[in-house]
């Protein structure tokens, strides 16, 4: 079989389109740069959709912590507190089983006991939870001057915080927010080893990878493989955010302006 019928077979497999049935032998390079690549279209697919969805609740959250409002404050505050407090990979096993016997009680909790739900859900709420901290470290350093100068101008309510609040809290926290991105995306890959299962074997890239590894005994082919696409798609996700910091300082003079730069979270 030639590499162009390979990545025809198996390029977009993990959707469910092209060959079913995985090589069960004699794998070839293509096989597995085109099988680990096909499981990327998950990762990204989880990636992309909680990191959308948890920015808008991240900022809830932030606003919440810092509200005066106790009703406001307290579950912000816990949110942010249980999932920073507590393992991504015990929070994917506890929601599986959750999700797991609440379908016994009702048909409409069936879909969240498959991945591309329920761990989107996880993956949501979790990133959700620290982006909320990074955005209220933000809100909380925004300068008193730029406060007292938008109330001189009378803005006050939802007009300040559209002009004033939001833009300010967005460039002071875009580089730490663009680290958990990329922490995220490499989050994906827990996914399918924490307890939702692959179904018909469409994981996502960690599964392809680990499915080679088994069978060739050599885990020193797939899993740089794997490291290479994370590694491209770390490129990609910095230089997005860098067009949106260049567009969050764009009324900075040139020399204030600062470069976003690649700093990953080693340690979180």
């Known amino acids: ?91 994917f096993f506890f929601a599986y089983f959750l999700f797991l016997s609440l379908k016994g009680s009702s048909d409409f909790f069936n879909p969240f006991t498959a991945a591309w739900l329920g761990a989107l859900i996880v993956l949501f709420l979790n990133t959700a939870a620290y982006s909320g901290e990074i955005f209220y470290g933000a809100l909380r350093s925004i300068p008193q001057g730029d406060m007292e100068a938008a109330e001189a101008y009378g803005l006050t309510g939802w007009s300040k915080f559209r002009r004033i609040t939001f833009p300010t809290m967005l460039r002071l926290a875009w580089p730490a927010y663009t680290n958990e991105a990329i922490f995220l995306f490499h989050a994906t890959t827990l996914v399918y080893f924490s307890g939702f299962p692959a179904w018909q074997q469409r994981g996502d890239a960690l599964y392809y990878a680990n499915y080679f590894a088994d069978r060739t005994f050599n885990p020193f082919v797939p899993y740089p493989i794997l490291a290479g696409y994370f590694i491209l798609l770390t490129l990609l996700i910095v230089g997005l955010f860098s067009l949106g910091s260049r567009r969050l300082n764009r009324h900075l003079p040139g020399a204030m302006q600062q470069r976003l730069r690649l700093r990953p979270n080693f340690l979180r």
Not at 17 to 46: A, H, K
Not at 61 to 75: D, E, F, N, T
Not at 76 to 90: A, D, N
């Open 1 to 91: 079989m030639s590499c162009a019928q390979t990545i025809q077979d198996y390029a977009l497999r993990s959707i469910g389109i092209g060959e079913r049935l995985l090589p069960r032998s004699d794998f070839t390079l293509c096989q597995q740069f085109t099988l680990i690549g096909s499981g990327m279209i998950w990762n990204v697919y989880f990636g992309a959709i909680a990191l959308a969805a948890g920015f808008a609740l991240a900022v809830a959250l932030a606003m919440g912590k810092a509200s005066r409002r106790v009703m406001l404050r307290k579950p912000s505050e816990w949110v942010i507190f249980v999932f920073r407090g507590s393992p991504l990979f015990i929070q």
